[in-house]
Every structure is written in C-alpha cells, then in structure tokens.
C-alpha cells in the first residue's frame, strides 16, 4: 500500500482517528524527505571510493584527472625541450655577434666593455663595418644578409646629437639647445666580391655634443638542429643595435650590442630523411590533450554548478527548520577548491595546447607566453593530486595547516611588507650610489631577500664603497639593524605561526573537534555504504 492510499485511508476511518492518522502520515513524510535529503548530501561529499562502493559509480574524474597528469607533464617536458633550442640558439647568436662586431670583446668585459679616446671609437665603428661586409667568408654559421627585393638591407650608422651648443668647463660656461639631430649614413654590403677590401668610413663625430652613436643591421639565419627532434627549422631574423652611448658625457663612452629576433616560417623548405608524419604528430597529441582537457573541464564544471545548486536547496533547508541563515563557512563546504583549481588548469592548458599548435604550424612565436601557460597548468595538476591525497587524513594535515594559517599569514605578511618597502626605499636613496646591489628598486629587494634567507651576506656589507665616512657608517647600522629584526625576530614569528597552527590543527584531529552545522547534519545519516 502506497503513501496515497494511506492517506486516503485514514481520512476515511469511521473511528475518527482520520486527523490523528493524517498528522502521523504528514510526519512519516517528512522525515522521508529528510532523510532522503540527507542521503543526497552524504553522497556528495563522498569520496570517489565510497561512491563507488555506495552506488557502483566509477571514479572516472579521479582517472581522468591521472590520465591527464600524464599526457600533460608529457607535453610539458617535449614543449619545454623545443623551447630550450629555441632560447639556446638565439643567446648563442647573441654571444657570437657580439665576439665578431665587437673589437677585442671578451665574455669577462661585458658589463665594463667602453671607450676613452675618440680614436678607440673610429676604430671600433670602423671594425663593426669591415666585419659586417666580410661576414659571409669569416662566420662559421649560416648567417646571411637580409634581401628585399635584389637589394640587400644596409648598415646603418647614426649618430645623435644636440643641435648647436658649446661648452667651456675651464670657463664653467656652456651654451646648449636641447633640441637634438640625427645624421645617418648606410653602408651596403658587396656580396659580388669575395675579398673585400677596407671601406673608407666617411664618418664624423661631433663630440663635443655627442649623445649617442647607433650601428643597426639585419641579418637572417636558419635554426637547422630542430630537425633532429622531428620540427621543421624556423628562419630567423636577427635585427642588431649596437649602441655608443655617450649621454653621460663622462669620457666613458659604454658600447652595447643587442638584437630583437623574430621567428618566422621558411618560405621553402624540403627535409630528406625524416616522415612529414613524425613532423605533424606532435599537432595530433596535442589535439588529443585538449579534447581531454575539455572533457575533464566540462565534468569540472558540473561537479561545481551541482555544488551551488546544493547548497541553495540546503540553505532553504536550513532556514526553514532553524530559522537562521547559513554562515559562511557552511556555504563554502558545497564549493570544491579542489575544482575550480583543476578548472583553471584545464583553462590554462588548453589555450597554451592552442597556441602551442599555432607556433608549430609557424604562424605565431609566442613561445614564452605559451611556456608560461602550459607550465602554470601543470604546476596546478600536479598540486590537484593533493586532493586524493587529502582523503587519508595523515596526508590531509599539510592543506588543513595551510588553509587555518593563511588569514593570519596574509595579515602577519602585509605589517612586515610596510617595513620591508621602508628598508627597500631607504637603502636605494641612500646606498644606490655607493653599492651595485642598490641601484634600483627591484635590485634591493633582491638583495633584502636574500639577506632574509642569508644569502650572499658577507659580499653584501663587503662590496660598500668607503668613499663617505658617513654613508659607511650608514650602511652598517642599516644592514646590521636589517638583518636582526627580520632574521631575528620576523622570520622567526612567521614561523611561530605555522607551528603554532599545526599543533592547533593535530590537536582538532585527536580530539575531532569543530565539526560544522552541515556535517553534524550529514552523521546523523547511519546508512551503510554498501545500501545503496
């Protein structure tokens, strides 16, 4: 006999009990409802196994998710050898410009490379030329000039200059106008000739105004090694500056050599001995870890629109019998962390897989940013494997720790973060003349840190100029005061916390204390698992 027909029933007893019949129905409703409602809340927060074991459901997000950890560290570490050969052979063609356009360069010099005499800079300009126009018969690369048209791009040599001006020191006098000029000269290369003789360089340099003397050219080569790994070689196109600079007027006139690369296709390529599937199968795998990626985002995604859903339907629940709203806390157990971190993996991942398909079919070069994308998504898979972890509540104290601690980290951290950004300005203004570690902002913050974790410490109060008594005797007290009350005293509270919070955390787990509203709910729930 089915609920309707007892209710029926018991509207019809002759006895007149109908009332008393139809309240204790009503009630053995509601308490089916409950418990049916309970049930659905004990499911959800089942682990995968107890799922499984509960309703024969298979874990396929938990095999997913390993299936995934594979074919993405896989795709990672292939991505990240390609992007080695990539980086390798742009600072190697950086190295060697530098040893052929530079006169007399060494790698020890390239922080102190500079002229003294006006005869060291015709001199050295005067190399730079010679070397660009014998540069097919001297380099030991595939370096060639760059083509537009039948003509050959030329080097350019500007130099920059105020526009009139005179300047007496002897006198303490000078007569400048700010404005400044740009006088250029191009000089083409003579590939017809396969000995070129010394080219007479019309050049004059006006020194007494000089800011600046820039030598630009372009030349092209073909990275060929990639071959091997089963990728078509990339043309390169390697635009050069060598820059003079003469702004400070010191009489130290610092030469650097720099170049801006750009990647293309090759217009016309053949390669003989290697399958033009083993060249294209990488764009094959990494269409199959985005269709996988997009299956493990979609899952990701209801798994989560289900948790909100949930915590609506027991919220009203809540409010209904209690009167009172949910806190917080109890509303945030219905969202996964655990989700919305493999969903912004999956995101990172699929758009760095994307774009890793357009650099292979050469359209884009982009390979930094798709490194960065696909190894913050990796980064975050791999974290996610703590999730399954967490299960076993031995392994699950590292994330409880880190969760209980953070508030208190974050407010410890921004009170240090003022005094921090004290010493970091401080030390800048006052010691950025007189150290090479305080020269800018983002270089005495590198150097406080590592004096936190004591780095490079000794080298530190060592390198001090002694050219200011007072200055000296600055950075000593700076430096000491520094070094004692964040080693001392900050980083040791910082430390305090955590422990502290993992004795409180190990502490709540032996005794099972704090035990929220929702969970409380879901004991009272004595269903075995293998009922169904």
């Given at each position: 006999?089915?609920d ?6 018991c509207?019809s007893?002759?006895?007149g009990n ?6 204790d129905t009503?009630?053995?409703?509601e308490?089916e409802a ?7 809340l004990?499911y959800f927060?089942m682990?995968p196994c ?6 024969g459901?298979k874990?396929?997000k938990?095999?997913l998710?390993?299936v995934?950890?594979?074919i993405v ?5 292939w991505f990240g050898?390609?992007?080695?050969m990539v980086v390798r052979?742009?600072?190697?063609n950086?190295?060697?410009f530098?040893h052929?356009?530079l006169?007399?360069?060494?790698d ?9 005499t006006?005869h ?13 126009l014998?540069?097919p018969?001297v380099t030991?690369?595939?370096h060639?000039y760059q083509?537009e048209g039948?003509?050959?791009?030329p080097?350019t040599?500007c130099q920059?200059?105020?526009s ?5 020191p002897?006198n303490?006098s000078f007569d400048i ?6 006088e250029?000269l191009?000089?083409y290369?003579?590939?017809s000739s396969s000995n070129?003789?010394a ?6 340099l006006?020194f007494?105004r ?11 080569a073909?990275n ?13 196109i390697?635009?050069?500056t060598i ?10 006139m610092?030469?650097?050599l720099d170049?801006n690369?750009?990647?293309s ?11 033009q599937?083993?060249?294209y199968?990488?764009?094959?795998f990494?269409?199959m870890i985005?269709l996988t990626l997009a299956?493990?985002l979609g899952?990701c995604?209801r ?8 915590q609506f339907?027991?919220?009203e ?8 709203c ?7 157990e ?5 989700y919305?971190?493999?969903i912004i993996?999956?995101v990172?991942t699929?758009i760095?897989?994307?774009l890793?398909?357009i650099?292979?079919l050469k359209a884009?070069?982009?390979y930094d ?5 696909l190894?913050?998504?990796t980064?975050?898979v791999?974290i ?11 392994y699950n104290i590292?994330i409880?720790t880190?969760?209980a601690?953070l508030?208190n980290?974050?407010?410890f951290?921004?009170?240090?973060a003022?005094?921090y950004l004290g ?10 003349p007189y150290?090479?570690k305080f020269r800018t ?6 150097c ?7 780095d ?6 060592k390198i ?11 950075s000593?007290?700076y430096l000491y005061?520094f070094v004692?009350?964040f080693?001392y005293?900050?980083l040791?509270l910082?430390?305090t916390?955590?422990?502290d919070?993992y004795d409180?955390v190990k502490h709540?787990?032996m005794?099972k ?7 409380m709910?879901?004991?009272?729930c ?7």
């Open positions: 006999m089915d309707s027909t007892e209710a029926y029933l509207v007893d002759p006895n109908s009332a008393t019949h139809w309240s009503h009630s053995h409703l308490h409950v418990e049916k409602f309970r049930r659905k004990k927060f682990n107890d799922k499984y074991k509960a309703r459901t874990p396929w938990l095999m998710q390993i995934k950890i594979a560290t896989a795709q990672l570490v050898l390609s992007n080695q052979f742009k600072e190697e950086l190295l060697t530098r052929l356009f006169m007399n360069f060494t020890a010099s390239r922080d102190s490379y500079a002229l003294y006006q060291d800079v015709y001199t050295h300009i005067s190399h730079t030329v010679q070397q660009f014998i540069l018969n030991v690369g595939n060639e083509r039948d003509v050959y791009t080097l040599i920059r200059f105020y009139n001006g005179s300047v007496s002897a303490e106008n700010t404005r400044v000029n740009e250029c191009q000089i290369p003579m590939v070129p003789t080219y007479p360089l019309n050049l004059t006006h007494e000089l800011l600046a003397v820039n030598v630009k050219f372009t030349l092209k073909i060929l090694q990639t071959v091997q790994h089963h990728e078509l070689p990339d043309c390169y390697f635009n050069i820059n003079f600079d003469n702004r400070p007027q010191s009489g130290r610092k030469i650097y170049n690369v750009d990647v296709k090759c217009r016309d390529w053949t390669v003989i001995g290697a399958s599937s083993n060249i199968m990488m764009v094959v990494d269409v985005i299956v493990s899952l995604i798994s989560v629109k289900a948790g909100v859903l949930l339907e027991y919220a629940f809540f409010s209904s019998g209690n009167n009172k949910m806190s917080l806390s109890d509303r945030m219905f969202i996964n962390g655990w919305i971190l493999i993996s999956d990172l699929i760095g897989s994307v890793k398909i650099i292979q884009v070069e982009s940013l798709c490194s960065i994308l190894g913050s998504g980064m975050f791999w996610g494997v703590l999730r399954y972890m967490g299960y076993h509540k031995k590292l409880i880190l969760r601690a508030p980290v974050i407010r951290t921004c009170c240090a003022m005094i010493y970091c300005f401080c030390g800048w203004i006052v010691l950025g150290h090479t902002l983002n270089m005495v913050s590198e406080l840190f590592s004096l936190i974790n004591g490079d410490m000794f080298n530190t109060f001090m100029e002694q050219k200011s008594c007072v200055v000296w005797l600055f000593r007290i005061t004692s009350l080693i005293m900050v040791s910082f430390i916390l955590i422990t919070t409180i709540q787990q005794e204390e704090s035990i929220s509203d929702v969970q709910f879901i004991m009272q004595k269903d075995p698992l293998q009922c169904g």
